[in-house]
């Protein structure tokens, strides 16, 4: 089946610095992506959906500056957490949707812990 | 807006008995999918079952089955027989047939298995 990696599996920052969130489709291209976020004990929050050569298109209530997400290719869509703040710890998923099986369901990648000290 | 609920935060189950975990949305859409996706502890999402909405027969994966009533806009996952595997977060989704294709998930059941 199609599979989405994702890189760092967990990492740990500093108030007030960034970090990037990498997300590849390994054996197929998505032209698109989504990133989520969980809380402990919550459902997935869609934060937004990621095109390849283009903006990303963000959900209401989502900070665009301050979630940066860069779709640059085929097979990796990247999400850059800026000035991170303890309140962005999280968990965050990205999926993707493999070419010719748009009309079914999205594959998801193993989640990245964040944490923010 | 679609809108997926979840009514069970929490069930438990005795190994080898059979649970069902209830999904109910809403939608003004005719074409549509459905799905339950496990998260076990390790966070990894994985699909469980799908249903499209034009299909009338109820999906089946070998000990996953779904009692999918449209005219309701109910549903349901039955689990038979389960394992201590089965142990999870559970959420119900739901997707347009066309356009972004995002999904729209429930605030997930966890399900416990007792030995």
């Known amino acids: 089946g199609a599979v989405v990696s994702q890189h760092p599996s967990r990492v740990i920052c500093k108030s007030g610095t960034s970090v990037k969130i990498e997300c590849r489709s390994l054996?197929?291209?998505?032209?698109?992506m989504f990133w989520y976020r969980q809380f402990p004990k919550q459902s997935l929050m869609l934060m937004a959906t990621?095109?390849?050569?283009?903006?990303?298109?963000?959900e209401q209530g989502v900070e665009k500056d301050k979630f940066l997400i860069n779709h640059a290719s085929l097979t990796l869509s990247t999400l850059t957490v800026t000035s991170a703040h303890p309140e962005d710890s999280s968990f965050y998923i990205c999926?993707?949707?493999?070419?010719?099986?748009?009309?079914?369901?999205?594959?998801f990648g193993p989640g990245t812990r964040l944490t923010v000290t | 807006a679609q809108t997926v609920t979840q009514s069970q935060p929490e069930m438990s189950v005795q190994e080898a008995e059979t649970v069902t975990l209830s999904c109910t949305y809403d939608?003004?859409?005719?074409?549509?999918?459905l799905f339950w996706y496990k998260q076990p502890p390790s966070r990894q999402m994985i699909l469980v079952i799908r249903?499209?909405?034009?299909?009338?027969q109820n999906a089946t994966e070998n000990r996953f089955s779904v009692n999918f009533q449209k005219a309701a806009k109910s549903f349901s996952l039955k689990i038979s027989d389960s394992q201590l595997g089965d142990a999870a977060m559970y959420f119900c989704?739901?997707?347009?047939?066309?356009?972004?294709?995002?999904?729209?998930f429930g605030t997930g059941t966890r399900l416990k298995v007792l030995a």
């Open positions: 054996d197929f291209q998505a032209t698109t």
């Open positions: 990621s095109n390849e050569g283009s903006k990303a298109t963000y």
């Open positions: 249903q499209e909405a034009y299909k009338q």
């Open positions: 999926s993707a949707y493999p070419p010719g099986l748009a009309g079914y369901e999205q594959y």
């Open positions: 939608t003004s859409e005719s074409d549509y999918y």
């Open positions: 989704a739901y997707r347009h047939q066309s356009g972004t294709y995002k999904y729209i």
